[in-house]
């Protein structure tokens, strides 16, 4: 009872004599039980004093204990970080890329995805969970998975009626094929002690996701230019082209995050879209609401989330224009999705430029269906592709061998796909006449590198790594991959390119930009 009274947070001396008068309140009102003994003033005050001063070195204690685990999170980090180092030249050890057609490519590897039994998995078995999870699994494909030991739990090969129980570690080993990006070279504009700023191509993703690993920038710099642990300030687009900044330093990385947040930082990005869009400065602030986060697809809606963008004319030939645009907030697919609703889509965007989004292909947020139907037409059309996207890799889908992956993946970037895209962009090419006709007005778009903070000039360095030729013998197979019995026709390059690139990046005491897009390249520049 008294410990209960004389309790470790009370240490000043107006605590002490409230705790003390307390105590006396509790002692007159009978709160003491007969089966203790009834103290005096002063066997209380001593009392007091001696749990005061016990609290004070239990405080004392418990604050270097506290900086001995700071210290060893400290320790542990710098212990992780070098075994993340080791982890990644495993990785980056595990394929070689190849070039051809005009296509970067990775030779087959093999790959583990691993995972804990979720709790919906609690009791069934593990061919019924593999069937029933990933689609393109059966329960005859899984057994012979699991009979070939590809499939194993807690680390050692089972059998296919194991019952699944909590904390089971679940590992499938599959033959990985990834898909192929544009062979097109990485133009770093800028490294120095704290940037790293590239020009990327179109088709790439910034970070691994989906049936994209070494074809990712993240591990294309690693691999040909030794750049590791960099921390990406921003994202974009898999089909977006242009500047992408990565900060080398976790000080640099976080006052670049605060710009950003605090919307300090411009950003510029260039499109070409259909018809003429009007002079002048045009904004949109509708609203952006995921019309499914499943598949990765948005529209603007009353109830999503704020958006604003400003849109310029800098060019126009009367079927085409080529548009300047500001994003001023960072909703997903932002741009492209105002655009739609200007009536203005990027001219050959896979995604929100196709009839089904209604008759008026979604201008003025008039789609003329209710959302399920609108996510089922989009379905239909995206499912003829011959290469899908798919969600990044999460828990949910470490166990997800590379042909199961289906149409209940993402949808969002759907363009690898030749016959796809030639149905979607009705014959536009990348060397259509119509490209070479625009007219820019007076704003000059001359790419410029500036970091005031350094000093730096801007760094124009070609990707040097060498454009290796397929080598037949690095082409592995394995007689349980269903992808190697598959034949899948390459893509043109240029329809892995989407008309959008981002342009001028500018913040507090610094500005990157990149040169023109390929598409706007050999344009006369001159007013209108």
């Not at 210290?71 to 990644?88: N, T």
């Not at 921003?234 to 976790?250: A, M, N, P, Q, W």
């Not at 080529?322 to 001023?328: E, I, L, N």
């Not at 007219?439 to 005031?452: G, H, I, R």
């Amino acid at each position: 009872m008294i410990s209960l009274i004389f309790s470790a947070h009370l240490f000043n001396r107006a605590s002490y004599f409230s705790c003390v008068r307390s105590s006396f309140a509790v002692m007159s009102a009978g709160v003491v039980g007969d089966n203790e003994t009834k103290l005096s003033k002063r066997a209380i005050k001593r009392l007091c004093r001696r749990r005061l001063h016990e609290a004070a070195k239990l405080d004392e204690n418990e604050r270097k204990l506290a900086k001995e685990k700071k210290q060893q999170r400290k320790a542990d980090k710098a212990a992780l970080h070098g075994q993340e180092e080791l982890i990644l030249s495993s990785f980056l050890a595990e394929t070689e890329y190849y070039f051809e057609n005009g296509l970067r490519k990775v030779y087959p590897y093999y790959y583990s995805f691993t995972a804990y039994a979720k709790g919906r998995w609690y009791g069934s078995r593990l061919v019924d969970v593999f069937a029933k999870e990933f689609q393109n699994y059966t329960i005859e494909s899984c057994t012979r998975a699991v009979e070939a030991g590809t499939i194993q739990v807690n680390g050692k090969p089972t059998c296919a009626n194991h019952i699944i129980k909590n904390g089971d570690f679940i590992l499938n080993k599959v033959h990985r094929h990834e898909l192929p990006v544009t062979a097109d070279p990485l133009m770093i504009l800028v490294n120095n002690e704290e940037y790293l700023v590239i020009d990327k191509p179109a088709s790439i993703p910034i970070h691994p996701c989906g049936r994209y690993r070494h074809n990712s920038l993240i591990y294309i710099l690693a691999k040909e230019h030794g750049f590791c642990n960099l921390r990406t300030i921003h994202r974009l687009d898999r089909l977006t082209s242009g500047l992408v900044i990565f900060c080398k330093s976790e000080a640099k990385t976080r006052e670049m995050m605060r710009s950003i947040a605090k919307r300090n930082v411009e950003k510029e990005y260039l499109c070409q879209v259909e018809g003429q869009f009007p002079s002048g400065v045009i904004e949109c602030d509708q609203p952006i609401l995921a019309l499914s986060q499943k598949y990765g697809v948005y529209k603007t809606d009353r109830n999503g989330k704020p958006s604003r963008t400003t849109f310029e004319r800098i060019g126009c030939d009367g079927t085409i224009s080529v548009v300047k645009c500001k994003p001023v907030t960072g909703r997903t697919h932002q741009i492209r999705v105002h655009l739609q609703y200007l009536g203005f889509p990027i001219i050959n965007d896979p995604l929100y430029r196709g009839p089904e989004w209604g008759p008026h292909r979604g201008k003025g947020g008039d789609f003329g269906k209710t959302d399920e139907e609108l996510i089922q037409d989009l379905m239909k059309v995206h499912s003829s592709s011959l290469y899908l996207d798919v969600q990044e890799d999460r828990d949910g889908d470490m166990l997800k061998s590379e042909s199961s992956y289906n149409f209940d993946s993402k949808i969002s970037d759907v363009t690898d796909s030749s016959k796809c895209l030639e149905t979607l962009q009705q014959g536009i090419d990348e060397e259509c006449p119509q490209t070479k006709r625009l007219k820019f007005n007076s704003e000059s778009l001359e790419p410029s590198c500036s970091v005031a903070t350094s000093g730096t000039d801007a760094v124009h360095e070609p990707n040097d790594a060498v454009m290796s030729k397929l080598d037949p013998s690095k082409l592995t197979t394995d007689e349980n991959c269903r992808e190697c019995k598959l034949k899948y026709q390459d893509p043109r390059p240029e329809n892995l390119v989407m008309y959008l690139h981002a342009f001028r990046y500018k913040g507090p005491g610094w500005e990157f930009s990149t040169m023109l897009p390929k598409w706007a390249t050999g344009i006369q520049m001159q007013k209108e």
